[in-house]
């Protein structure tokens, strides 16, 4: 989903289109594994990384399901990516609902998400704040700037 700009048609194949969107999440995984060691997971097809519309039909069993930027799904596609989990799996959904990027009238699948499956034994729900943010110190500053901003807007 782009960030509020319309980036227009991009040549290449599926993975040369998805790329640019892809980058924080390599750029993780070579925090965790090295370059080296996660392109050669990626080549084995032990790591997977896909767009969520290629996800509708699969069952995936024994496996480690990760869906970042939740924020910017429907609820349908949040429906459709929990509904993926075969046996031995885990899901982690992730996702800011501060930064929603869905057009205008488009309902966010993660706001709603906790109302929908809070209560239920072996899903939990995890709220991070800005001081769980491990980017530069000025980053949780700004962070607790908006958050106070938006709550004096609130109040008005």
């Not at 799996?89 to 706001?111: E, F, H, M, R």
Request: proline share 5%; charged share 25%.
């Amino acid at each position: 989903m782009e960030a509020g700009e319309r980036l227009g048609f991009l040549p290449g194949d599926i993975m040369e289109k998805v790329e640019p969107y892809l980058r924080p999440l390599y750029d993780a995984f070579f925090d965790l594994l090295s370059p080296d060691k996660f392109m050669r997971l990626l080549d084995r097809k032990v790591i997977e990384i896909v767009p969520l519309a290629y996800m509708r039909g699969r069952t995936l069993n024994e496996s480690f399901i990760i869906l970042d930027e939740a924020q910017n799904t429907t609820p349908e596609q949040m429906k459709m990516f929990l509904t993926r989990m075969g046996i031995g799996s885990k899901a982690v959904v992730t996702g800011d609902v501060t930064q929603v990027d869905l057009p205008q009238g488009k309902d966010s699948g993660l706001l709603g998400v906790e109302a929908i499956l809070g209560g239920i034994s072996g899903i939990s729900f995890v709220r991070l704040s800005a001081s769980d943010v491990v980017r530069h110190p000025i980053v949780q500053k700004i962070v607790r700037a908006y958050e106070d901003y938006e709550a004096r807007a609130r109040d008005i």
